[in-house]
């Protein structure tokens, strides 16, 4: 009895192990013409209905919809690096939750640091963020 216990609790063990999707490195260069919708910013969910989005774009740029605004800026890459120059956006004013994950979305961004898939996730790592950007893609 005690070894079947024990064979159940590594059985489930190894499960748990497998099913946990390790991040793998992407290139920017593989995400020209996707947009992605933005899924957590900081370890939290996104506010219901406030989209944020990020398209990557041929010319090094991105551009989407930060909740408010329209945004666009500059990106370098190397392999899974990558640079984010300030962002440039319009100038509406929303409520104040939309303009709250705005204002945190682009901070993130402009301190993106390395990029990578986890599933079907893109994951953006952030200096000085703990939990990454983790967007699902909206279209190819």
């Known amino acids: 009895m005690r070894i079947k216990l024990m064979l159940l609790f590594f ?29 957590e910013i900081g370890g ?25 605004n329209r945004y666009f800026a500059g990106l370098r890459s190397d392999g899974d690096i990558i640079l984010i120059s300030p962002i440039g956006s319009t100038r509406r004013i929303c409520p104040p939750v939309v303009m709250d994950q705005e204002d945190r979305f682009f901070k993130a961004l402009e301190k993106a640091r390395h990029i990578s898939m986890q599933g079907p996730y893109l994951i953006i790592d952030s200096d000085g963020i703990e939990n990454p950007l983790k967007f699902i893609m909206l279209k190819r």
């Not at 506010?47 to 930060?66: E, I, K, M, N």
Request: glycine letters at 12%; aromatic letters at 6%.
């Open 11 to 39: 059985g489930l063990l190894m499960i748990a192990a497998c099913s946990h999707t390790a991040k793998s490195p992407v290139s920017v260069a593989e995400l020209i013409d996707t947009e992605w919708v933005l899924e």
């Open 44 to 68: 939290s969910g996104v506010a219901d209905r406030v989209q944020s989005t990020l398209h990557f774009q041929r010319g090094d740029r991105v551009v989407g919809w930060g909740g408010c």
